[in-house]
């Protein structure tokens, strides 16, 4: 292909997680050649972007894998070399804040230094090639902690976990890299998105997927910790749309990424349960081991800013946001129940997401 024909290229860090997969559909359908990160695993970690792939022969391949760690900067910098990328998706995390208290160093490594490791890279290859590359940074509400709602781009943050000051850290060395060397580095601070392709052990995610198997005689209980806490949902589809507009804006900028509205983690499971026409106090019990050490209690975006300037605003309410989860894993729970009873095993954990 001639120099002025090719296809825009981005690189996403954590294309095999929630939004690298969602992010991955849009761009194919915006028509870059979308390059992922992808770590070593034992097992197959990239369940939810199979569907994109093809081998890399076929000239309709347009989704490529490149193995790398956010802890291997070397490798980072050889693929950044390869690629080439117009755009830098930096989506990759230790992004369970529970496990950020039992894991802090590796989830600053990660999180944290893996955001600089990144940015020193795009720093020299910008510097060699001179080229307009541009980076998103994936900030998240976490960063806000303990301030009161509804927070904005001017919310100082009070971060309460590990996870919440690693990401602070990133935040600001991204800000950092914009000012001192001119870089286009856009700071997204999205709230929580979900969708079916959750991982299982985000709240959200863990209440559908015992609703669908409780439903399908699977499952009768359901532990959970602070069901006070409120939070703002959205759905990740929209979400991923928003990282896209902000490198597409005339100048790099911090965004706030919300719906507006926060609910309760009770809310969740109320709306959650009465899809499948169950009261949920009959199947939740609290356990203490889904406790934060510091909870952060009410989260709730002002994203004015991000509608103003990228016209972005979120698509998807609260209502069918659940109604969507909970319908997924109502199938997903349907054909674990038909592989156990045609005697294959305790159930489906590969088709997950
Ligand atoms: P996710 O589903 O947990 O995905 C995280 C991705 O990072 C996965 O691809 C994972 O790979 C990869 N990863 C983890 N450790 C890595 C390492 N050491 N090196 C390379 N890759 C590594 O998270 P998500 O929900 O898609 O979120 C995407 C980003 O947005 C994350 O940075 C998250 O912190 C941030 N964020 C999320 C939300 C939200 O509500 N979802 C809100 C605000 C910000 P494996 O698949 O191999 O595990
Ligand atoms: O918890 C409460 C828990 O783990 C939400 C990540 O994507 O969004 C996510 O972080 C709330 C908390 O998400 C259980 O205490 C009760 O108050 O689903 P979560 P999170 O901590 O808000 C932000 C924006 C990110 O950036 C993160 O990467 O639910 N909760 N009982 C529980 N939470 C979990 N996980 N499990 C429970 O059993």
Redesign the pocket.
Known sequence: MAAAERRRRALITGITG?DGSYLSELLITKGYDVHGIIRRASMFNTGRIEHLYRDPHDPEARLFGHYGDMTDGTALRRIIEAVEPDEIYNLA?Q????VSFDEPEYTADVVAMGALRLLECLRDYVARTGRDVRMYQ??????FGDAPPRQSEATPFQPR?P??TA?VAAHEHARNYREAYGLFVANGI?????SPR??E??????ITRAVGRIREGLQDK??????????DWGFAGDYVDAMWRMLQHDTPDDFVVATGRSYS?RDFLEAAFEQAGLDWQDYVEF?E????PT???H?EGDAAKAKDKLGWTAATDFKTLVAMMAEADHELARRERTLIDAGHGEGLTALNG
């Open positions: 929630q995390a992004s369970h804040v529970r994936a900030g998240s509400s976490e960063m976990s996870y919440a990401k999205l709230f929580n998105h979900e959750r991982g052990t985000f709240v959200t995610r863990k359901l532990y959970l910790g602070n069901l006070d806490a409120r939070r983690v356990d081991r889904y406790l934060r909870e952060v209690d989260l």
